[in-house]
T-cell receptor
Framework: KAGVTQTPRYLIKTRGQQVTLSCSPISGHRSVSWYQQTPGQGLQFLFEYFSETQRNKGNFPGRFSGRQFSNSRSEMNVSTLELGDSALYLC????????????FGPGTRLLVL | QKEVEQDPGPLSVPEGAIVSLNCTYSNSAFQYFMWYRQYSRKGPELLMYTYSSGNKEDGRFTAQVDKSSKYISLFIRDSQPSDSATYLCASSGMDTDKLIFGTGTRLQVFP
Protein backbone atom coordinates (compact mmCIF):
# COMPACT_ATOMS: atom_id res chain seq x y z
CA LYS A 1 0.00 0.00 0.00
CA ALA A 2 1.41 3.39 -0.97
CA GLY A 3 2.24 5.79 1.85
CA VAL A 4 1.26 9.39 2.34
CA THR A 5 2.48 11.50 -0.56
CA GLN A 6 3.14 15.21 -0.51
CA THR A 7 3.83 17.55 -3.38
CA PRO A 8 5.92 19.41 -4.08
CA ARG A 9 8.84 18.15 -2.00
CA TYR A 10 10.75 21.41 -2.14
CA LEU A 11 9.62 24.95 -2.75
CA ILE A 12 11.27 28.36 -2.78
CA LYS A 13 9.11 31.46 -2.54
CA THR A 14 9.61 35.13 -1.75
CA ARG A 15 7.99 37.18 0.96
CA GLY A 16 4.45 38.24 0.15
CA GLN A 17 3.75 35.36 -2.21
CA GLN A 18 1.30 32.59 -1.50
CA VAL A 19 1.81 28.85 -1.66
CA THR A 20 -0.38 25.73 -1.91
CA LEU A 21 0.83 22.36 -0.67
CA SER A 22 -0.84 19.08 -1.46
CA CYS A 23 -1.25 15.84 0.48
CA SER A 24 -2.62 12.50 -0.69
CA PRO A 25 -3.41 10.22 2.25
CA ILE A 26 -3.00 6.47 2.32
CA SER A 27 -5.79 4.80 0.37
CA GLY A 28 -8.81 4.37 2.61
CA HIS A 29 -7.68 6.92 5.17
CA ARG A 30 -10.20 9.69 5.67
CA SER A 31 -8.48 11.73 8.36
CA VAL A 32 -5.70 14.16 7.44
CA SER A 33 -3.69 16.42 9.72
CA TRP A 34 -1.05 19.04 8.93
CA TYR A 35 1.98 20.03 10.99
CA GLN A 36 4.71 22.63 10.70
CA GLN A 37 8.22 21.64 11.76
CA THR A 38 10.93 24.22 12.46
CA PRO A 39 14.24 23.93 14.34
CA GLY A 40 13.08 26.46 16.92
CA GLN A 41 9.50 25.36 17.58
CA GLY A 42 9.60 21.70 16.63
CA LEU A 43 6.44 20.04 15.31
CA GLN A 44 3.33 22.16 15.70
CA PHE A 45 -0.22 21.20 14.80
CA LEU A 46 -1.89 23.20 12.04
CA PHE A 47 -5.21 21.54 11.11
CA GLU A 48 -7.15 18.32 11.26
CA TYR A 49 -9.68 17.28 8.61
CA PHE A 50 -12.18 14.48 8.38
CA SER A 51 -14.75 14.03 5.62
CA GLU A 52 -14.03 17.50 4.21
CA THR A 53 -14.65 19.14 7.60
CA GLN A 54 -12.04 20.89 9.70
CA ARG A 55 -12.29 19.32 13.15
CA ASN A 56 -9.51 21.18 14.88
CA LYS A 57 -7.17 24.08 14.22
CA GLY A 58 -3.87 24.99 15.79
CA ASN A 59 -2.69 28.37 16.97
CA PHE A 60 -1.63 29.83 13.64
CA PRO A 61 -2.66 33.09 11.98
CA GLY A 62 -5.46 33.22 9.44
CA ARG A 63 -2.89 33.28 6.61
CA PHE A 64 -2.76 29.51 7.05
CA SER A 65 -5.76 27.71 5.65
CA GLY A 66 -6.61 24.27 4.42
CA ARG A 67 -9.25 22.10 2.91
CA GLN A 68 -10.05 18.48 2.22
CA PHE A 69 -11.67 17.09 -0.89
CA SER A 70 -14.21 14.32 -1.24
CA ASN A 71 -11.43 11.85 -2.16
CA SER A 72 -9.72 12.72 1.17
CA ARG A 73 -6.86 14.54 -0.54
CA SER A 74 -5.98 17.73 1.29
CA GLU A 75 -4.35 21.04 0.50
CA MET A 76 -3.01 23.77 2.69
CA ASN A 77 -2.46 27.35 1.65
CA VAL A 78 -0.28 30.03 3.14
CA SER A 79 -0.89 33.56 1.92
CA THR A 80 1.37 36.59 2.26
CA LEU A 81 4.40 34.50 3.08
CA GLU A 82 6.79 35.66 5.79
CA LEU A 83 10.41 34.60 6.36
CA GLY A 84 9.30 32.74 9.49
CA ASP A 85 7.08 30.46 7.41
CA SER A 86 10.18 28.63 6.20
CA ALA A 87 9.68 25.13 7.53
CA LEU A 88 9.01 21.50 6.78
CA TYR A 89 5.27 21.02 6.34
CA LEU A 90 4.13 17.52 7.20
CA CYS A 91 0.89 15.79 6.44
CA UNK A 92 -0.34 12.75 8.35
CA UNK A 93 -3.26 10.43 7.67
CA UNK A 94 -4.98 7.77 9.64
CA UNK A 95 -7.72 5.26 9.35
CA UNK A 96 -10.63 5.68 11.70
CA UNK A 97 -10.25 2.02 12.49
CA UNK A 98 -7.23 2.68 14.66
CA UNK A 99 -6.33 5.64 16.86
CA UNK A 100 -2.68 4.72 16.90
CA UNK A 101 -1.75 4.51 13.27
CA UNK A 102 -1.19 8.10 12.19
CA UNK A 103 1.25 7.94 9.27
CA PHE A 104 3.33 10.88 8.15
CA GLY A 105 4.40 11.81 4.65
CA PRO A 106 7.92 12.97 3.74
CA GLY A 107 6.97 16.62 3.99
CA THR A 108 7.28 19.69 1.81
CA ARG A 109 10.30 21.83 2.60
CA LEU A 110 9.40 25.50 2.07
CA LEU A 111 12.02 28.22 1.95
CA VAL A 112 10.84 31.83 2.00
CA LEU A 113 13.39 34.40 0.84
CA GLN B 1 5.56 25.93 29.77
CA LYS B 2 5.21 23.54 26.84
CA GLU B 3 2.62 20.78 27.20
CA VAL B 4 5.24 18.16 26.34
CA GLU B 5 8.85 18.65 27.40
CA GLN B 6 11.75 16.65 26.01
CA ASP B 7 15.51 16.92 26.44
CA PRO B 8 16.90 17.79 23.00
CA GLY B 9 20.21 16.00 23.54
CA PRO B 10 22.22 15.16 21.56
CA LEU B 11 22.72 11.75 23.11
CA SER B 12 25.72 9.75 21.95
CA VAL B 13 26.08 6.08 22.92
CA PRO B 14 28.18 3.10 21.78
CA GLU B 15 26.64 0.28 19.80
CA GLY B 16 24.94 -2.26 22.06
CA ALA B 17 24.10 0.23 24.80
CA ILE B 18 20.67 0.59 26.39
CA VAL B 19 19.21 3.98 25.55
CA SER B 20 16.66 5.76 27.71
CA LEU B 21 14.66 8.62 26.22
CA ASN B 22 12.23 10.60 28.35
CA CYS B 23 9.48 13.19 28.18
CA THR B 24 7.19 14.87 30.66
CA TYR B 25 3.77 16.30 29.96
CA SER B 26 1.48 18.67 31.80
CA ASN B 27 -2.01 18.08 30.36
CA SER B 28 -3.96 15.57 32.44
CA ALA B 29 -6.38 15.06 29.53
CA PHE B 30 -3.74 13.30 27.45
CA GLN B 31 -4.62 9.63 26.97
CA TYR B 32 -2.52 8.52 24.00
CA PHE B 33 1.25 8.53 23.97
CA MET B 34 3.46 7.88 20.98
CA TRP B 35 7.10 7.72 20.04
CA TYR B 36 8.15 8.64 16.53
CA ARG B 37 11.56 8.27 14.91
CA GLN B 38 12.65 10.79 12.33
CA TYR B 39 15.65 10.36 10.09
CA SER B 40 17.21 13.40 8.49
CA ARG B 41 15.06 14.83 5.69
CA LYS B 42 12.30 12.28 6.26
CA GLY B 43 8.87 12.39 7.86
CA PRO B 44 8.34 10.97 11.37
CA GLU B 45 7.80 7.21 11.56
CA LEU B 46 5.58 5.79 14.28
CA LEU B 47 7.59 3.50 16.58
CA MET B 48 5.45 2.87 19.63
CA TYR B 49 2.01 3.75 20.89
CA THR B 50 0.55 3.44 24.39
CA TYR B 51 -2.93 4.14 25.66
CA SER B 52 -3.11 5.45 29.24
CA SER B 53 -0.54 4.08 31.69
CA GLY B 54 1.55 0.97 31.29
CA ASN B 55 4.32 -0.68 29.35
CA LYS B 56 4.48 -1.85 25.77
CA GLU B 57 7.28 -3.86 24.23
CA ASP B 58 8.10 -4.36 20.55
CA GLY B 59 11.37 -6.07 19.78
CA ARG B 60 14.20 -3.93 21.10
CA PHE B 61 11.86 -1.07 22.01
CA THR B 62 9.89 -0.62 25.25
CA ALA B 63 7.57 2.31 25.89
CA GLN B 64 6.43 3.23 29.39
CA VAL B 65 3.85 5.74 30.56
CA ASP B 66 3.40 6.76 34.18
CA LYS B 67 0.33 9.00 34.33
CA SER B 68 0.75 9.65 38.07
CA SER B 69 4.03 11.44 37.41
CA LYS B 70 3.18 12.45 33.81
CA TYR B 71 6.32 10.75 32.57
CA ILE B 72 6.85 9.04 29.20
CA SER B 73 9.85 6.83 28.43
CA LEU B 74 11.28 4.90 25.52
CA PHE B 75 13.99 2.29 26.05
CA ILE B 76 16.07 0.90 23.22
CA ARG B 77 18.00 -2.28 23.94
CA ASP B 78 21.07 -3.38 22.00
CA SER B 79 21.21 -0.06 20.18
CA GLN B 80 22.46 -0.09 16.60
CA PRO B 81 24.03 2.61 14.40
CA SER B 82 20.85 2.46 12.32
CA ASP B 83 18.97 3.74 15.40
CA SER B 84 20.75 7.09 14.98
CA ALA B 85 17.89 9.54 14.43
CA THR B 86 15.76 12.08 16.22
CA TYR B 87 13.17 10.58 18.56
CA LEU B 88 9.98 12.52 19.17
CA CYS B 89 7.47 11.86 21.91
CA ALA B 90 3.87 12.92 21.28
CA SER B 91 0.62 12.94 23.21
CA SER B 92 -3.03 13.47 22.39
CA GLY B 93 -6.38 13.53 24.10
CA MET B 94 -9.56 11.66 23.26
CA ASP B 95 -11.50 12.25 20.05
CA THR B 96 -8.80 14.22 18.30
CA ASP B 97 -5.92 13.57 15.94
CA LYS B 98 -4.06 16.60 17.24
CA LEU B 99 -0.68 15.46 18.45
CA ILE B 100 1.40 17.58 20.82
CA PHE B 101 5.06 16.84 20.22
CA GLY B 102 8.17 17.20 22.32
CA THR B 103 11.08 18.98 20.69
CA GLY B 104 12.82 15.68 19.90
CA THR B 105 16.02 14.04 21.17
CA ARG B 106 18.83 13.52 18.70
CA LEU B 107 20.43 10.10 19.22
CA GLN B 108 23.72 8.96 17.76
CA VAL B 109 24.86 5.35 18.12
CA PHE B 110 28.49 4.92 17.18
CA PRO B 111 30.09 1.57 16.19
Amino acid sequence: KAGVTQTPRYLIKTRGQQVTLSCSPISGHRSVSWYQQTPGQGLQFLFEYFSETQRNKGNFPGRFSGRQFSNSRSEMNVSTLELGDSALYLCASKSLASQETQYFGPGTRLLVL
Amino acid sequence: QKEVEQDPGPLSVPEGAIVSLNCTYSNSAFQYFMWYRQYSRKGPELLMYTYSSGNKEDGRFTAQVDKSSKYISLFIRDSQPSDSATYLCASSGMDTDKLIFGTGTRLQVFP
